[in-house]
């Protein structure tokens, strides 16, 4: 196999991550500004519930969506590399897709430009998911996962930024569509993959192997992927119970939107001012995590972050009040970019097979995009509760998603293979 092309230097990490950067820009964007395209075309006691199901749909495609595409890469033999070419291909389908979803004007057309942005993610970032177990050297990874985490957290500040300055939510999808573009070019240049074993490139067939459901199930054998899995499953259920139902909180809950005497006028301004403060001072802590991941360990991090994350929800939970709720999104943001700083190192130190690096990462996508499913179900729930009593399931929501996050970083003191 040829060497790696892994450089400890920032302009190494910030290329590779370039497309993580997008990603993370792409979906934050989507997740504030969708459910107010929602809103537009369907009748207020059910929007949460039209949302919720546009959301749940993409989740059970990317459920098997990321696995299939990493699965296809670690058998994929070009002159460009394995991952690569998938991550060319998924990034031009996703700009497209995006394009489709800024013109959409109907719940059915936002629901199949919805489907189609998720399996063209799906082709680039399956395979893209590898690259810190492909390149990165394991005492460098808590650094590699910090880095990727602060350009993840970076991204929503430039997501909230082009929501703000471009205001029409058609143009703000051109624009990330775009940006899509420029950062997969960017990680193209600089991101050199090794080739593939010399073994795999004798063996008669061994370039496309019969796919079976073994495949999927091979990686839960190993009980740290399993509870590594299950920790993030939890936090991405909390974290979506949030993200999906803020915009529709501020609404419907949060009658005067000021903050700190400044009157932000709309739930949309609300909204992005809430994710600036979550995504500033969760750049901050990826920043001191990614100093401290690889020397203290993955799982310490984690479950510090854990109880921060959840003692912040409740009285975001509990009180309506728009300056208490950005008070409160400024303590959450700096320890869930703490908590994202380790939590990739995490899964790539338990990765069962070398063999399918990019499969199994894939299977772990999936339960960052599973809680989906239920979190968009939830939005029933929630309108259920709004009407017994007005604000009841917002509350509701967000108490689980406390116990969400504190129950899924405590999980990781099991695993056995990291530190």
């Known amino acids: 196999m040829s060497k790696p092309t892994f450089q400890d230097k920032p302009f190494w990490y910030l290329g590779t991550g370039a497309y993580w950067f997008v990603t993370s820009l792409k979906w934050f964007v989507l997740f504030l500004l969708q459910p107010l395209q929602v809103a537009e075309v369907v009748p207020g006691g059910e929007k949460n519930g039209a949302w919720g199901m546009i959301v ?22 070009t002159r460009f590399g394995r991952r690569r070419p998938f991550l060319a291909i998924g990034a031009a389908l996703t700009s497209v897709a995006l394009l489709l ?7 059915v057309m936002m629901a199949v430009a919805y489907l189609f942005l998720q399996i063209s993610d799906d082709v680039a970032t399956g395979p893209y998911a590898a690259l810190i177990y492909d390149q990165v050297p394991e ?40 940006i899509n573009v420029i950062c997969a070019l960017i990680t193209l240049a600089i991101w050199h993959e090794p080739g593939a074993p010399e073994q795999r490139k ?58 700190f005497g400044l009157n932000l006028k709309t739930p949309k301004n609300g909204a992005l001012a809430a994710a600036l403060g ?18 203290l360990g993955r799982k310490k991090i984690i479950g510090l972050a854990g109880w921060v994350m959840a003692a912040a929800l409740i009285p975001f939970a509990l009180i309506p009040n728009f ?31 070398p063999e399918a690096a990019a499969k199994d ?43 969400a996050f504190l129950t899924g970083c405590l999980l990781v003191t099991r695993v056995k293979g990291s530190s």
């Open 139 to 178: 005492n460098h990874r808590g650094k590699a996962s910090g880095i990727l985490s602060m350009l993840q957290l970076i991204a929503q500040i430039v997501a909230v930024g082009i929501g703000l300055g471009l205001g029409k939510i058609a143009l703000i999808y051109v624009a990330v569509a775009v």
């Open 202 to 259: 004798h063996e008669p067939g061994a370039a496309l192997p019969r796919i079976t459901p073994a495949a999927w199930i091979e990686p839960f054998r190993s009980p740290d992927f399993r509870w590594v899995w299950l920790a993030r499953f939890l936090v991405a259920f909390g974290f979506y119970l949030i993200l999906l139902y803020v915009s529709n909180y501020l609404s419907d809950r949060v009658h005067q939107l000021t903050l």
């Open 56 to 77: 749940a749909i993409g989740a059970f495609e990317a459920m098997i969506g990321p696995a299939l595409m990493g699965w296809l890469s670690d058998r994929t033999q």
């Open 278 to 295: 979550i995504s500033l001072s969760g750049a901050i802590g990826s920043g001191i995590a990614a100093r401290l991941t690889d020397s």
């Open 101 to 107: 979803l800024g013109q959409a004007n109907s719940l």
């Open 361 to 403: 990462m894939g299977i772990w996508q999936a339960s960052v995009s599973t809680p989906q499913i239920l979190t968009g179900a939830v939005g029933l729930l929630v309108d259920a509760g709004n009407r017994l009593s007005g604000g009841m399931g917002y509350t509701l929501a967000f108490l689980i998603s406390s116990a």
């Open 323 to 353: 300056t208490v709720i950005f008070c409160v999104a400024l303590v959450f943001g700096l320890a869930y970019g703490i908590y994202l700083s380790a939590s990739l190192a995490l899964a790539a130190d338990v990765l069962p097979d």
